[in-house]
């Protein structure tokens, strides 16, 4: 009796905040509040429906939950019904402790397989490696060399997953899978899919289609993950957010530039991947607030050129997109372009202790409020030896604007930079880089 008071009267008061931002029903509403303000109308839970004892279950978390069910059969069958709130966040704040199972361990996977019929509407499951040489069973085609050596590892099953139908959020994290597994892709109201440093899971992103609800994705560092960017265009109406890196995907990141909901995309260091920034059109990516993408990319914070021409085009579009609101290339001074060693335009440095190199790298610039871009010349610890021209991208500020001052002080800074290459405003070509150098070095 002591523990069915504690959970109604000392659980539930204790969770009043979390209580009231839950969903329920105006009917329960009230039952609810009667519970809260006036227990003692409520001395017994006997006449409550199992959907009301439901929801009040689910204002626990699901170890309190299955605790619980060792009180009554009551409790027992409620929790069959509950639905397990679930919060997102960091996977060591207190509330989400609370509602995420972490199947770590042999025991925790055991646990798991218990829950799926005592507990089957639990929200979030983060699945881990679960000890020294135990693994769960192989899937379909697995690397046939991981197989040969974990093949005297003791298996667990993986299916019991599948139980799990109201699953929102599920995570796997460096965990003993090897080869493909399409129970995992088969939860239509999940939210957020975090597949983290499995590097034998073999998974293509056509696998999301069963995730129709699907907000969130993370894929970091899966060998195994193939399929083009484009497959993603099924989930277009939910998806705010993609990260994959490391990872052998293919395709053009503008494919999801018609995507209305997504906040975020990350598609770094996946070297298929290929895309001009300059294409992305003020209806693009409309509720887009971070963009990071591999240095293939034209216009990327480390893209490498492969022709001259290119450049100013470049420089206009992405000036662009940081006056765009909200900026989409938040700051300009973070960006490392420079002339790729492949290109048909870069040539060597005159003579074996030439001074200065090529002017083949480019950064953005700015003076008071005027931004503009060059070409310049590094040498040793990313010191700029000499640049060409400032390329503006902005008109010059009026006499009479209060930025005039600014702008000539920091012009002034610097045009010191511009030597031996003044008047040009991008890389001479060969032999004139040659003729600079024969003039004011004297090589």
Same mark, same amino acid.
Request: one cysteine or more; aromatic letters at 10%.
């Given at each position: 009796?002591?523990?069915?008071?504690?959970?109604?009267?000392?659980?539930?008061?204790?969770? *009043?905040? *979390?209580?009231?931002?839950?969903?329920?029903?105006?009917?329960?509403?009230?039952?609810?509040?009667?519970?809260?303000?006036?227990?003692?109308?409520?001395?017994?839970?006997?006449?409550?429906?199992?959907?009301?004892?439901?929801?009040?279950?689910?204002?626990?978390?699901?170890?309190?939950?299955?605790?619980?069910?060792?009180?009554?059969?009551?409790?027992?069958?409620?929790?069959?019904?509950?639905?397990?709130?679930?919060?997102?966040?960091?996977?060591? @704040?207190?509330?989400?402790?609370?509602?995420?199972? *972490?199947?770590?361990?042999?025991?925790?996977?055991?646990?798991?397989?218990?829950?799926?019929?005592?507990?089957?509407?639990?929200?979030?499951?983060?699945?881990?490696?679960?000890?020294?040489?135990?693994?769960?069973?192989?899937?379909? @085609?697995?690397?046939?060399?991981?197989?040969?050596?974990?093949?005297?590892?003791?298996?667990?099953?993986?299916?019991?997953?599948?139980?799990?139908?109201?699953?929102?959020?599920?995570?796997?994290?460096?965990?003993?899978?090897?080869?493909?597994?399409?129970?995992?892709?088969?939860?239509?109201?999940?939210?957020?899919?975090?597949?983290?440093?499995?590097?034998?899971?073999?998974?293509?992103?056509?696998?999301?289609?069963?995730?129709?609800?699907?907000?969130?994705?993370?894929?970091?560092?899966?060998?195994?993950?193939?399929?083009?960017?484009?497959?993603?265009?099924?989930?277009?109406?939910?998806?705010?957010?993609?990260?994959?890196?490391?990872?052998?995907?293919?395709?053009?990141?503008?494919?999801?530039?018609?995507?209305?909901?997504?906040?975020?995309?990350?598609?770094?260091?996946?070297?298929?991947?290929?895309?001009?920034?300059?294409?992305?059109?003020?209806?693009?990516?409309?509720?887009?607030?971070?963009?990071?993408?591999?240095?293939?990319?034209?216009?990327?914070?480390?893209?490498?050129?492969?022709?001259?021409?290119?450049?100013?085009?470049?420089?206009?579009?992405?000036?662009?997109?940081?006056?765009?609101?909200?900026?989409?290339?938040?700051?300009?001074?973070?960006?490392?372009?420079?002339?790729?060693?492949?290109?048909?335009?870069?040539?060597?440095?005159?003579?074996?202790?030439?001074?200065?190199?090529?002017?083949?790298?480019?950064?953005?610039?700015?003076?008071?409020?005027?931004?503009?871009?060059?070409?310049?010349?590094?040498?040793?610890?990313?010191?700029?030896?000499?640049?060409?021209?400032?390329?503006?991208? @902005?008109?010059?500020?009026? *006499?009479?604007?209060?930025?005039?001052?600014?702008?000539?002080?920091?012009?002034?800074?610097?045009?010191?930079?511009?030597?031996?290459?003044?008047?040009?405003?991008?890389?001479?070509?060969?032999?004139?880089?040659?003729?600079?150098?024969?003039?004011?070095?004297?090589?």
């Amino acid at each position: 009796m002591l523990l069915r008071q504690r959970l109604l009267l000392g659980g539930v008061a204790a969770d *009043r905040d *979390r209580i009231a931002e839950q969903p329920s029903s105006n009917a329960d509403d009230g039952i609810i509040d009667s519970l809260l303000d006036d227990s003692a109308n409520n001395p017994t839970i006997h006449g409550m429906s199992n959907s009301l004892t439901a929801t009040i279950l689910g204002f626990l978390g699901y170890k309190d939950i299955m605790r619980s069910r060792i009180c009554c059969k009551k409790f027992r069958d409620a929790a069959r019904s509950t639905i397990v709130p679930w919060a997102d966040g960091e996977s060591y @704040d207190s509330i989400v402790m609370e509602t995420q199972f *972490r199947v770590d361990s042999v025991k925790k996977h055991k646990a798991m397989v218990a829950m799926s019929t005592a507990l089957p509407n639990l929200q979030q499951i983060r699945l881990y490696d679960i000890g020294t040489k135990h693994k769960y069973c192989d899937g379909k @085609d697995p690397d046939e060399g991981k197989a040969a050596s974990t093949d005297d590892w003791t298996t667990h099953d993986i299916q019991t997953i599948s139980k799990f139908t109201k699953l929102r959020s599920l995570t796997i994290f460096e965990s003993p899978l090897n080869g493909r597994y399409p129970v995992l892709f088969k939860f239509p109201l999940l939210q957020k899919l975090e597949i983290k440093y499995c590097s034998y899971l073999k998974w293509d992103l056509n696998a999301l289609t069963g995730l129709s609800s699907l907000k969130e994705l993370t894929a970091l560092d899966n060998n195994y993950l193939t399929g083009n960017i484009k497959s993603l265009s099924v989930l277009k109406d939910t998806l705010e957010k993609v990260y994959i890196r490391f990872c052998k995907i293919e395709g053009d990141f503008m494919d999801l530039a018609a995507f209305p909901r997504l906040k975020s995309l990350n598609l770094t260091k996946c070297s298929l991947m290929t895309g001009d920034m300059r294409k992305i059109g003020e209806s693009d990516f409309p509720k887009l607030e971070e963009l990071e993408l591999g240095e293939v990319v034209i216009g990327t914070k480390y893209h490498q050129f492969q022709h001259i021409s290119d450049v100013p085009s470049t420089a206009e579009a992405i000036y662009r997109l940081n006056r765009r609101d909200p900026p989409l290339i938040r700051n300009l001074v973070c960006i490392y372009w420079g002339l790729s060693r492949d290109s048909p335009d870069w040539y060597a440095k005159n003579g074996e202790n030439g001074h200065p190199p090529p002017p083949f790298s480019i950064d953005f610039v700015r003076a008071g409020s005027r931004v503009g871009w060059r070409w310049k010349a590094i040498y040793a610890y990313n010191r700029v030896t000499n640049s060409c021209e400032i390329n503006w991208l @902005d008109p010059e500020p009026d *006499r009479e604007n209060s930025d005039c001052d600014v702008y000539i002080r920091e012009l002034q800074s610097i045009q010191e930079d511009v030597f031996c290459f003044e008047g040009f405003h991008q890389p001479p070509n060969e032999e004139e880089y040659k003729r600079v150098c024969e003039e004011y070095y004297g090589i």
